[in-house]
Nanobody
Framework: QVQLVESGGGLVQAGGSLRLSCAAS????????MGWYRQTPGKQRELVAS???????YYADSVKGRFTIARDNVKSTVYLQMNSLKPEDTAVYYC????????????WGQGTQVTVSS
């Protein structure tokens, strides 16, 4: 089992910045990808950014150039630096970890609210 605890959400004005953190604990063996998803009411959860163990990263088109994901494997923590925030970035942000232990397992944090005011 892997436990994920997020922090860093809050209220910010448009154009501002926030940094989300996700601390992982438990059986970290074979964690392949860690990432951030977001969800707004009535919509599906969408992938915002991810970072693979090998170093490759992915960003949704809507956040490219504004968000940066970083993993600290020593601290088992993944960060999401969000700059130039827009009202449409308002959502609950969830940390995710994918693990392969003979089968794929997905783990989720509890979510942290990000609200961007115009």
């Amino acid at each position: 089992q892997v436990q994920l605890v997020e922090s860093g959400g809050g209220l910010v004005q448009a154009g501002g910045s926030l940094r989300l953190s996700c601390a992982a604990s438990g059986n970290m063996f074979s964690i392949t990808v860690m990432g951030w998803y977001r969800q707004t009411p009535g919509k599906q959860r969408e992938l915002v950014a991810s970072a693979a163990t090998g170093g490759s990263t992915y960003y949704a088109d809507s956040v490219k150039g504004r968000f940066t994901i970083a993993r600290d494997n020593v601290k088992s923590t993944v960060y999401l630096q969000m700059n130039s925030l827009k009202p449409e970035d308002t959502a609950v942000y969830y940390c995710n970890a994918r693990q392969y232990v003979g089968e794929w397992r997905n783990y989720w944090g509890q979510g942290t609210q990000v609200t961007v005011s115009s």
